[in-house]
């Protein structure tokens, strides 16, 4: 059976973009969302609200 990337309904912060990346990578939510708020601080804000929020456009929600 192949994994398939959708946005988390249970490890849902704002859209479930780090819950689903975490569900489909296998790894820690926590993880990632630290990542993501490394990401967002050190690339001046913009450029990792601006990934957070395509992502969220582009990852469907859990059927």
Sequence with gaps: MQKKLYRSKEQRMLAGVCGG????????????????????FFTGIFPGLLFYFIAALIIPARP
């Design 21 to 40: 990346l975490a569900e489909y990578l296998d790894l820690d939510v926590t993880i990632l969302r630290l990542a993501l708020a490394f990401i967002i």
